[in-house]
């Protein structure tokens, strides 16, 4: 069961070593080790925004209704640190349609909630995760498309075509310009995962790189093309995570009689801005309908609707 709850972060550093176990289970944290990790603790200022342009598929009927937005600590109402934000939505009596749905339309007064935070700045590795997750989303959807000619019958000509169109941008995709650049060793945040992670990453995305080649200028079984670019999709998608992702997720809550009675995590990377395309999260300034789901035993009871509203927001 997914939590819902946000109840801290630890930072960890874990390795292993052959030998016996410590005799010791707990030891205090060495002077030095506290000093190496000062300089991960410093934090830089973010801006959160979400509107809400409309709440439909409402399942509270009786009840005044409110969205709430917060990502950590940070804009939660109910166990919030630091000064108050306006981080929710004014509560309002969802309308009926008339026919099976409630909804809140907010007439022409769309709530905005902003929320101002400060957390560790690894923006590095979260548009590097979100250069990767958008790759894999190109490739999937220039995939479905040529899955689409073939299934509809297009002429070879036609199918041929997309198929090329496809390569040519996975390859634009993975060329050095967009793809994954070199950590900085500079940099203080800058750790040995990252540039490992990197280092992996790279060989990858050069060998996808050489086979999109060859496959583009040799290919001659569509079908065998379409599964080589699955197989694309694999290899890449393996290293699409981030393993020192210290950003908490967005939360966006629904409450009824000022209690939380559904929720929807957003992972923090999808909104985050980048001045480059393929770097941008895909759901920053993005319209996009975010289905809220129940928290705890509701969200898996049989006899609770499976969605208790889906809401129109724009988020960045």
């Known amino acids: 069961m997914e939590g819902a709850a946000y109840r801290g972060r630890a930072l960890l550093e874990v390795s292993t070593t052959l030998g016996t176990y410590p005799k010791e289970a707990v030891t205090d944290m060495a002077n030095d080790d506290m000093t190496q990790v000062v300089p991960y603790l410093r934090r830089r200022k973010f801006i959160l925004n979400v509107v809400f342009f409309d709440a439909t598929m409402v399942a509270v009927k009786d009840d005044l209704v409110a969205f709430e937005v917060s990502i950590g600590n940070y804009g939660n109402n109910f166990e ?45 590795r979260m548009k590097t995760l979100s250069i990767l997750e958008n790759t894999c989303d190109h490739l999937m959807t220039n995939m ?70 060859d496959l583009r200028d040799n290919a001659t079984n569509l079908q ?15 290293v699409t995570y981030e393993a020192q992702n210290s950003f908490p997720d967005i939360v966006i809550w629904m409450l009824a009689a000022n209690k939380r009675v559904a929720y929807r995590r957003i992972p923090a990377n999808k909104i985050l801005f980048s001045k480059k395309p393929l770097s ?19 969200g898996v009871d049989e006899d609770h609707q499976q969605i208790p509203a889906a809401v129109r927001t724009m988020m960045w």
């Not at 929320?115 to 560790?120: G, K």
Request: hydrophobic share 30%.
């Open 80 to 124: 919030g640190a630091g000064m108050p934000m306006p981080s929710m939505t004014e509560a309002a009596t969802p309308s009926y349609n008339g026919d099976y749905y409630y909804y809140v339309s907010w007439s022409d007064n769309k709530p905005c909630c902003t929320i101002t935070c400060q957390w560790e700045d690894i923006a590095y």
């Open 144 to 213: 479905k498309r040529v899955e689409e000619l073939m299934e509809f019958e297009a002429t070879p000509k036609q199918c041929a075509s997309a198929l090329i169109q496809l390569l040519n941008q996975f390859l634009d995709d993975l060329s050095d310009q967009n793809t994954v650049h070199p950590p900085n060793v500079k940099d203080v945040n800058t750790t040995k995962l990252d540039l490992k992670m990197y280092e992996i990453r790279y060989s990858i995305i050069c060998s996808l790189r050489d086979e999109a080649k």
């Open 224 to 238: 065998d093309a379409l599964d080589k670019c699955r197989e694309f999709h694999g290899r890449l998608r393996s």
């Open 280 to 298: 941008k999260g895909k759901l920053c300034s993005q319209m996009t309908t975010v289905y809220l789901k129940y928290h705890g035993k509701k």
